[in-house]
């Protein structure tokens, strides 16, 4: 891992209407697809052409780390260059935390008379790339171990060939792993990490990258018959997660004692549009189900904590730029875990399960356009979401709330920027009345391991 500040272009689109009552959209960052992180020792070309230390897919998790400070989590890597259908054109992309400082100052070209104007001018800094590993060796296909492997530090990649094919996908040591949501504990010493390919959840030492524990979800939640080719895996299994489909989001409780993780859609033994969410307790491993309704989205992206019984979920479709369409769906919905009915190791649901009851908070895409963004530039893959600092507006204290897309690694597409942003709002205190904030202490590097 290397430190240094780097300052990025900022393109502030910049006119605030309110997407619901106190809603507002207050700033727009973006960092260029072509920028490369600051793991230069990763900088060499991949199998389909691409840099290794591309700086892309960083909405696909973000997390609060304290101060100005996010967590920003890359996906499996860049597999959208066409180059082997064997293995769904993953590379071996090291897996990676990218840590940003992600600063508001006030814009003072701001008109609030003017559509796309915005009040705040967000300068998002990369300080730190971390690559992820394990201190126990993993499974690897076919030339698929990194180079930077050690006798005790082994890489975590993206390629959907390094897996151990004797186990289920659950088994923590495959070499593949697909980030997806990603949230950094109270002390401010790990970072929890789902992954898309087991269903996984790791905890990983959040300086050092090597993973720390691993939290083992249900049986069902695995699949038996594995394969590099997402289409093959899916016809070869009838329970399991579903190929690409697996853990996606990711919340903390404030209190820092619960992990509470959601699918991107149903398992294949459930009916469709019924997604899990599982509860985890660190401490503990205990884990409690409930099932969630898609009702305008396709999938789920992200969950963040309000309390620590109420969430966000974040709903979504797949369309809009990234994908040349035009985005229909993005929405986060408000949900109550206190009391809510458990399905707890059930090992199938269906239309007679009851589901939480959710209520719109925030039409994102609804927002976005009111601000001068067409549909068919508003991201297709609205990810990560987190909360951040809270601060001061109008003479009135204002929660913000941060929501980053997943670039695919896709510095372009059909000639249109398709860069990596992060959308900032602020929220009225009325509006979220028992909001709790997670506190996490700062990063001490002196109290960790350097592996």
Known sequence: MKKAVIPFLLLPLLASQAASAQVDLIAIGKVDGNYQDLSTRTASTLENGVAGNSLGGIGSGLAYAGGNSFIALPDRGPNA???????????SFINRLQTFNLSLAPNPNYDSLVVGSLPYILSP???DTTLLSSRAALSYGVNGAPSLNTPVRHYFTGRSDNFNANKTSTNPYNGRLDPEGVRV?????????TDEYGPYVYQFNRYTGMRTKVFKLPDYYAISNLSSVGGTEISGNTSGRIANKGM???AITPDGSTLVGMMQQNLTQDTKKYVRIITIDIATNATHEYAYLLTD???VSDILAINNHEFLVDERDG???GDGTTAAVKKLYKIDLAGATEITGKAAIDNTTTTLVKTEFLNVLTTLNANGITSDNVPAKLEGVAFGPDMVI???NKHTLFIANDNDFLPSINGVNNPNQFFVFSVDEA???NYAPQVIAPLNRDDHDRG
Do not use: M, Q, R
């Open 297 to 299: 989205g396709s999938s």
């Open 319 to 321: 369309n809009g730029l």
């Open 394 to 396: 109008d003479g009135k």
């Open 185 to 193: 504990s109270n002390d401010g010493k790990n970072v929890f990490i």
């Open 125 to 127: 800094f990369l300080t």
């Open 431 to 433: 509006d979220l009345p």
């Open 81 to 91: 260059n066409v180059y082997n259908a064997a293995i769904d054109d993953t590379v």
């Open 248 to 250: 996606e989001g990711l």
